[in-house]
């Protein structure tokens, strides 16, 4: 099936996408301008069409969860210890049998293509060069081949799965991954019904949806009038359920985790029903609004696991949602996370500089991180441990912080009909 058309401009200056009225051209930054994902952020709002930008930034109702997902790592604070030999920083570690230059990966994202044209191809070449694994999505702007073919060829991906209601889809498209190398098998189970996605549902759909929809397409079941999200989530299973596990269990050899836990006992079960990890993860804000985000969960579930007599090598817990700063993969680490997986920082570093900007915003992370291990006295990931971070105010949602610039001056408020 033909890829989806882009939205996003070619490169240099552009019109402002939110600013109509406004003539004046944007000069897009140098790359090397770019010191943190939320400069990425800000070129990214400037040069995408508003459909692909609406897509992308939206998050679920108020958007609370949405804000939240960043602001609570700001509620865990440093407690650094001194005096430790860090003359040498090691960044790199393993998860799920896969090497990685930092705690990191990339997590699974639609429609790739809407930031740029390489879309999906671009972010598997860009997670090899950046020594992470790329988690590859099923609603994709690219087909399944297209991504496994541009693997280079001793590159590690994971996969994301919808779930189809007729399974002999499903286990046909899990048969082809897992014979074409894909090491891990992430089910996302906090997806029964799609959000509601404000800044999306203004828009018209207009753009083609994802591969996987084809038959869908082809038949005129895809609504088209609520924006990209409501496009592309027609086929999604609402009746997957525990039950169901034993069967995936069956029909792959692959690490199965769940991603969408959101709860402690959640994660119990998975461990019990024999999976092998879970993420935490509120769908990057974009599902139930007023969740906790992913990193005030890790606690509990990690407090959870031990209870229940899990070992921490025989199931991982990883997080995703709003991981901006080498300090915030620093702090999850702490609390038992093996990795961060990062979704809009990727899209938004591809749809300003394509396949090099996602290169850099990785490295960037890499530098952040590397000071903060330095200034904290561990040398090395397995030296991050919970002593080295206070979380009294973790779920304490009340607590005064200061004014956090680069969140306000790169998050565009929802607006009433009125003001559009």
Request: proline share 5%; net charge negative; charged share 25%.
């Given at each position: 099936?033909?890829?989806?058309?882009?939205?996003?401009?070619?490169?240099?200056?552009?019109?402002?996408?939110?600013?109509?009225?406004?003539?004046?051209?944007?000069?897009?930054?140098?790359?090397?301008?770019?010191?943190?994902?939320?400069?990425?952020?800000?070129?990214?709002?400037?040069?995408?069409?508003?459909?692909?930008?609406?897509?992308?930034?939206?998050?679920?109702?108020?958007?609370i969860t949405l804000r939240d997902n960043h602001m609570a790592f700001q509620r865990i604070t440093m407690r650094p210890r001194i005096l430790v030999n860090v003359a040498e920083i090691d960044l790199r570690t393993s998860?799920?049998?896969?090497?990685?230059?930092?705690?990191?990966?990339?997590?699974?994202?639609?429609?790739?293509?809407?930031?740029?044209?390489?879309?999906?191809?671009?972010?598997?070449?860009?997670?090899?060069?950046?020594?992470?694994?790329?988690?590859?999505?099923?609603?994709?702007?690219?087909?399944?081949?297209?991504?496994?073919?541009?693997?280079?060829?001793?590159?590690?991906?994971?996969?994301?799965?919808?779930?189809?209601?007729?399974?002999?889809?499903?286990?046909?498209?899990?048969?082809?991954?897992?014979?074409?190398?894909?090491?891990?098998?992430?089910?996302?189970?906090?997806?029964?019904?799609?959000?509601?996605?404000?800044?999306?549902?203004?828009?018209?759909?207009?753009?083609?949806?994802?591969?996987?929809?084809?038959?869908?397409?082809?038949?005129?079941?895809?609504?088209?009038?609520?924006?990209?999200?409501?496009?592309?989530?027609?086929?999604?299973?609402?009746?997957?359920?525990?039950?169901?596990?034993?069967?995936?269990?069956s029909i792959t050899k692959m690490p199965i985790l769940l991603k969408g836990v959101q709860c402690g006992e959640d994660a119990v079960m998975a461990f019990e029903a024999g999976l092998q990890g879970a993420v935490l993860?509120?769908?990057?804000?974009?599902?139930?609004?007023?969740?906790?985000?992913?990193?005030?969960?890790?606690?509990?579930?990690?407090?959870?696991?031990?209870?229940?007599?899990?070992?921490?090598?025989?199931?991982?817990?990883?997080?995703?949602?709003?991981?901006?700063?080498?300090?915030?993969?620093?702090?999850?680490?702490?609390?038992?996370?093996?990795?961060?997986?990062?979704?809009?920082?990727?899209?938004?570093?591809?749809?300003?500089?394509?396949?090099?900007?996602?290169?850099?915003?990785?490295?960037?992370?890499?530098?952040?991180?590397?000071?903060?291990?330095?200034?904290?006295?561990?040398?090395?990931?397995?030296?991050?441990?919970?002593?080295?971070?206070?979380?009294?105010?973790?779920?304490?949602?009340?607590?005064?912080?200061?004014?956090?610039?680069?969140?306000?001056?790169?998050?565009?408020?929802?607006?009433?009909?009125?003001?559009?």
């Amino acid at each position: 099936m033909a890829a989806v058309v882009p939205a996003s401009p070619a490169e240099g200056a552009t019109k402002r996408s939110d600013d109509v009225a406004d003539s004046a051209e944007f000069v897009k930054p140098p790359l090397a301008a770019m010191l943190n994902t939320f400069d990425f952020e800000s070129v990214a709002r400037e040069t995408m069409e508003p459909q692909a930008w609406g897509y992308y930034s939206s998050g679920g109702d108020d958007e609370i969860t949405l804000r939240d997902n960043h602001m609570a790592f700001q509620r865990i604070t440093m407690r650094p210890r001194i005096l430790v030999n860090v003359a040498e920083i090691d960044l790199r570690t393993s998860f799920l049998g896969t090497d990685s230059s930092l705690p990191l990966y990339f997590t699974a994202t639609a429609l790739a293509k809407l930031a740029h044209q390489d879309g999906e191809v671009a972010i598997v070449k860009a997670a090899k060069k950046a020594g992470v694994p790329y988690m590859l999505p099923t609603l994709s702007s690219y087909t399944l081949d297209e991504m496994l073919a541009a693997r280079a060829p001793d590159q590690v991906c994971f996969s994301q799965l919808y779930v189809n209601p007729e399974r002999s889809r499903t286990q046909e498209y899990v048969e082809k991954l897992e014979a074409n190398g894909v090491r891990a098998l992430f089910i996302t189970v906090d997806a029964p019904q799609l959000g509601r996605r404000e800044k999306d549902m203004r828009n018209k759909f207009t753009q083609q949806g994802s591969d996987v929809q084809g038959d869908d397409e082809d038949e005129g079941e895809v609504d088209r009038s609520q924006g990209a999200t409501r496009a592309i989530s027609s086929y999604i299973d609402p009746g997957l359920n525990w039950k169901d596990m034993p069967w995936f269990r069956s029909i792959t050899k692959m690490p199965i985790l769940l991603k969408g836990v959101q709860c402690g006992e959640d994660a119990v079960m998975a461990f019990e029903a024999g999976l092998q990890g879970a993420v935490l993860s509120n769908h990057g804000g974009r599902q139930l609004d007023t969740c906790r985000s992913g990193i005030e969960v890790l606690p509990e579930v990690m407090a959870a696991l031990d209870e229940a007599g899990c070992k921490r090598e025989d199931f991982s817990i990883f997080i995703d949602g709003g991981i901006r700063r080498g300090a915030d993969i620093f702090k999850a680490v702490a609390l038992g996370a093996k990795a961060c997986g990062v979704g809009r920082p990727v899209l938004y570093s591809l749809a300003s500089y394509g396949e090099k900007g996602i290169v850099r915003m990785v490295h960037m992370l890499m530098d952040e991180l590397q000071m903060v291990m330095r200034l904290s006295g561990t040398p090395n990931v397995a030296s991050i441990t919970p002593e080295h971070v206070i979380t009294r105010n973790l779920a304490d949602h009340i607590v005064p912080l200061p004014s956090d610039n680069l969140v306000q001056n790169t998050y565009m408020p929802l607006m009433p009909a009125a003001r559009l």
